[in-house]
């Protein structure tokens, strides 16, 4: 059995979050273990072992607004840029950023062209699907 319990419950950011972590052998004989790439390894923090997202529950209005569609023109592309808060890395080490998720409708036409009934019918119909960015390195320099 594996545990994680993140100790306090409450955390002040600029602190470090202590990550509590047990794993329990119900064997009778002993178990070993390499500690590389797991909870148990020092640099698992750097490692990307532990994911920590926001538990926060939006609720999304249904149907969504036609402000929330995105268009993208025909052998175009869409950028933005997202701005993450402060997060803690060491400088001089290298460190990834990767975006996951789902698409939740994708329709192959305009955003004018997209109706109020498949906005009305989300879920029902329309091309759903996971995204996965390739990696991306950087260096954390002052």
């Known amino acids: 059995m594996f545990k994680i319990c993140p100790r306090p419950s409450l955390y002040r950011p600029l602190n470090p979050l202590p990550i509590n972590v047990a794993i329990h052998?119900?064997?009778?004989?002993?178990?070993?273990?390499?500690?590389?790439?797991?909870?148990?390894?020092?640099r698992a923090n750097l490692l990307g072992i532990f994911q920590i997202n926001d538990t926060i529950k939006i609720n999304c209005w249904l149907p969504p607004s036609r402000d929330d569609l995105v268009e993208i023109p025909a052998e175009s592309s869409k950028e933005q840029t997202v701005t993450i808060p402060w997060i803690p890395l060491e400088e001089g080490h290298e460190h990834t950023?990767?975006?996951k998720g789902i698409w939740h409708g994708i329709w192959a036409c305009t955003r004018d062209e997209v109706t109020n009934l498949q906005l009305e019918s989300l879920g029902?119909?329309?091309?759903?699907?996971?995204?996965?960015?390739?990696?991306?390195?950087?260096?954390?320099?002052?």
């Open 25 to 42: 052998n119900p064997a009778n004989t002993p178990v070993t273990f390499l500690n590389r790439g797991t909870p148990f390894d020092p």
């Open 97 to 99: 950023v990767e975006a």
């Open 124 to 142: 029902e119909g329309e091309a759903r699907g996971k995204f996965e960015s390739e990696r991306v390195v950087f260096k954390v320099t002052r």
